[in-house]
């Protein structure tokens, strides 16, 4: 089969010019197995520009210290870092600083969220709507809650184009949930949420509102005040930023009227004997020595997400999904899950082909150095729902190109060779 001719499209970010971009990020200039490195496995976590690999290195080399709790100058430094990357998140997000926890990932940001509200808030029989397109990490948060407190769960299906069934959220929002909680983006399906409109409905309803924005953050510019959810999580790694450091944004009050979820240094303001009074949130939330590398690494990814602008990431991934979905549809026996066109979708796609296992389809994808994901992306719910126990994913980030859209395809040819298809 010819290579196609070079694609006009998705050959500048922001009016940058996408090689410009590459350039940025050391590992693109990687072989895997002899051949050029396409990184489409930015769902799973997002590459380094070099300007985060040397802010967590440049933490190390020059300022290393705990935060907090010195008087000397290093420790200032640290603290400096620390609390410069909370105020970059909360302008990022539109927040408060003071309403920005630090953590070590959205599944910690869950986790923290569910049970300090969770289990002094929900008892036998309440409800806590989730969709059938959760990601694990906001499922079994939820489940440990409702095991606890006798709660149950509640779950909005989907239509058969991957997006969310209105007439089942409205239903389920009509019985009286004390909790909503949906992702912004679908981790598989690539669908947008309609997140603000949800989230509406949930409060008119008297419903705690979370809103795991994992794979949103990455790819939009987010107003957590906008959405007006209760709760809005994400994680570093996929913001192009170091992993170990997530965050949790919370409602300033509500924040404050919450008990704390862990106990331990820095979170207290008195300890005595017999009682103890907490820290001013968040801090009453940061339990322990803090990600002090891991928020230098993602205050140095926030900046140089907006350097390049979050608008122009997401245009630029869409340019390349709306290049990736013809493109795939020319495999014989490939079937994309999840919206085809590209109203309210980012860039993930979701695929199988017949007769060739989505772990098959990554090995030999990997011998053309594509790295894509294979398996059950943590939505073993949606995975159900989809009639299948796994697919391939392709998932895009601000430096991919159409060229390696082309060696994606290249591969999938080459896969059905192989498999004799
Ligand atoms: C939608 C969504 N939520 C949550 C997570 C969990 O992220 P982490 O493992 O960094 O906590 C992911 C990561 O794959 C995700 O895609």
């Given at each position: ?22 350039a ?9 197995n ?36 010195g ?31 630090f ?8 986790n ?36 606890r ?13 991957g ?13 009286g ?5 949906v992702t ?9 949420l ?19 924005g ?11 005040k ?46 005595s ?13 940061e ?23 979050l ?79 796994a ?31």
């Amino acid at each position: 089969m010819n290579p196609p001719a070079p694609s006009p499209v998705a050959t500048e970010v922001g009016g940058r010019p996408l090689e410009s971009i590459r350039a940025e990020f050391p590992i693109l200039s990687r072989h895997v197995n002899g051949a050029p490195l396409s990184y489409l496995d930015n769902g799973a976590t997002v590459q380094k520009p070099a300007a985060v690999i040397e802010a967590v290195d440049g933490f190390y080399r020059e300022h290393c210290s705990n935060v907090h709790r010195g008087s000397h100058t290093l420790s200032a430094e640290a603290t400096a870092l620390y609390e410069g990357a909370r105020t970059r998140v909360a302008a990022l997000l539109g927040g408060d600083r003071r309403e920005i926890v630090f953590t070590r990932n959205v599944t910690a940001a869950i986790n923290l969220a569910a049970q300090a509200w969770g289990i002094d808030n929900l008892g036998p029989g309440d409800r806590i709507v989730l969709t059938e397109m959760e990601h694990h990490s906001n499922i079994v948060p939820w489940h440990l809650v409702a095991q606890r407190t006798g709660a149950i769960l509640d779950w909005v299906g989907i239509d058969d184009d991957g997006r969310i069934d209105r007439e089942a959220l409205t239903a389920a929002i009509g019985r009286g949930p004390k909790v909503v909680a949906v992702t912004h983006v679908s981790n598989v399906l690539g669908t947008v949420l309609p997140v603000a409109e949800i989230v509406a409905k949930a409060k008119a309803a008297g419903a705690l509102t979370l809103v795991d924005g994992a794979q949103a953050v990455p790819r939009m510019p987010v107003d957590v005040k906008k959405i007006g959810a209760d709760f809005y999580g994400f994680t570093g790694h996929k913001l192009y930023g170091p992993t170990g450091i997530g965050v949790l944004y919370g409602r300033r009050e509500l924040l404050d009227s919450m008990e704390p979820f862990e106990g331990g240094g820095s979170m207290i303001n008195k300890v005595s004997k017999e009682q103890i009074t907490w820290a001013d949130t968040p801090a009453k939330f940061e339990a322990g020595t803090p990600p002090i590398a891991q928020a230098a690494g993602l205050g140095a990814a926030v900046e140089w997400v907006e350097s390049v602008g979050l608008e122009a990431i997401g245009e630029h991934e869409r340019e390349l999904t709306d290049y990736a979905l013809p493109r795939l549809a020319e495999v014989p026996g490939l079937k994309v899950f999840g919206p085809t066109d590209m109203t309210d979708r980012e860039g993930l796609i979701s695929f199988e082909i017949d007769g060739i296992h989505p772990h098959d389809v990554s090995e030999i994808l990997d011998r053309h150095g594509v790295a894509v994901r294979a398996g059950h992306h943590c939505a073993q719910p949606l995975m159900k729902r989809l009639g299948v126990t796994a697919t391939t994913r392709a998932s895009f980030a601000a430096y991919n190109s159409t060229t390696e859209v082309d060696r994606l395809v290249e591969g999938l040819h080459d896969a059905r060779r192989i498999f004799g298809l």
